[in-house]
């Protein structure tokens, strides 16, 4: 029965991670696309982790599972902003459905 | 078929045609940082792929292998944004 329980959250995860692969063709622009690759994957890794704790019920894989966690969360925003700064400062445009643009970019040098 | 079973199976199935779709988006992307964002978005697939097989296989190396790639994942995205932007930055 925790068995089934590990499976269908492995199997949410895993929906999780499809929804991400699609929303890179579906955005416009590598702005909206980080949305898609930084947020919902981490969510996923969470859901699949659970699928561990109870595939493997132990006090070690509990521990193990939390600092996987705390790994994915320091990493994820750090590739995310890097990306969008490193996209900014090459000069990509923005969508032309974009409302707002904080930077001015002639604030460049 | 045991039903945990075959959850898991379709879940190994869905992470795979999300592979193939991260894959095709890395070859087609237009600009570069697509294809960065494409790769980031692979790391995290991978790490996925490693714990469903964990699972299949009902072995607890795979766990081990998933975090190690989790740590190192990282760092050739932080690797190509330094070289783009010392390249191609303002």
Same mark, same amino acid.
């Given at each position: 029965?925790?068995?089934?329980?590990?499976? $269908?959250?492995?199997? @949410? %995860?895993?929906? &999780?991670? /499809?929804?991400? =692969? #699609?929303?890179? +063709?579906?955005?416009?622009?590598?702005?909206?696309?980080?949305?898609?690759?930084? $947020?919902?994957?981490? @969510? %996923?890794?969470? &859901?699949? /982790?659970?699928? =561990? #704790?109870?595939? +493997?019920?132990?006090?070690?894989?509990?521990?193990?599972?939390?600092?996987?966690?705390?790994?994915?969360? @320091?990493?994820?925003? &750090?590739?995310?902003?890097?990306?969008?700064?490193?996209?900014?400062?090459?000069?990509?445009?923005?969508?032309?459905?974009?409302?707002?643009?904080?930077?001015?970019?002639?604030?460049?040098? | 078929?045991?039903?945990?079973?075959?959850?898991?199976?379709?879940?190994?199935?869905?992470?795979?045609?999300?592979?193939?779709?991260?894959?095709?988006?890395?070859?087609?992307?237009?600009?570069?940082?697509?294809?960065?964002?494409?790769?980031?978005?692979?790391?995290?697939?991978?790490?996925?792929?490693?714990?469903?097989?964990?699972?299949?296989?009902?072995?607890?190396?795979?766990?081990?292998?998933?975090?190690?790639?989790?740590?190192?994942?990282?760092?050739?995205?932080?690797?190509?944004?330094?070289?783009?932007?010392?390249?191609?930055?303002?």
């Amino acid at each position: 029965m925790i068995s089934l329980i590990g499976a $269908i959250s492995c199997l @949410l %995860g895993s929906l &999780l991670m /499809l929804i991400s =692969a #699609v929303g890179l +063709f579906r955005f416009p622009d590598i702005y909206t696309r980080i949305h898609a690759t930084g $947020i919902a994957p981490s @969510l %996923g890794l969470i &859901l699949l /982790l659970f699928g =561990a #704790v109870c595939f +493997f019920p132990s006090f070690w894989v509990i521990g193990f599972v939390l600092l996987m966690i705390a790994i994915n969360f @320091l990493t994820s925003p &750090l590739t995310a902003h890097l990306i969008a700064r490193a996209a900014y400062r090459t000069g990509l445009d923005l969508w032309e459905g974009s409302v707002k643009e904080e930077i001015d970019p002639k604030d460049f040098e | 078929m045991n039903p945990t079973e075959l959850i898991l199976q379709l879940s190994f199935w869905v992470l795979v045609l999300s592979i193939f779709i991260t894959l095709l988006h890395l070859y087609q992307g237009p600009m570069i940082m697509d294809r960065v964002n494409a790769l980031n978005l692979l790391s995290n697939l991978v790490v996925g792929l490693l714990l469903v097989f964990g699972f299949i296989f009902q072995n607890l190396i795979f766990l081990e292998i998933s975090l190690v790639f989790c740590l190192v994942s990282f760092i050739p995205i932080v690797a190509m944004v330094h070289f783009l932007l010392k390249r191609y930055g303002k």
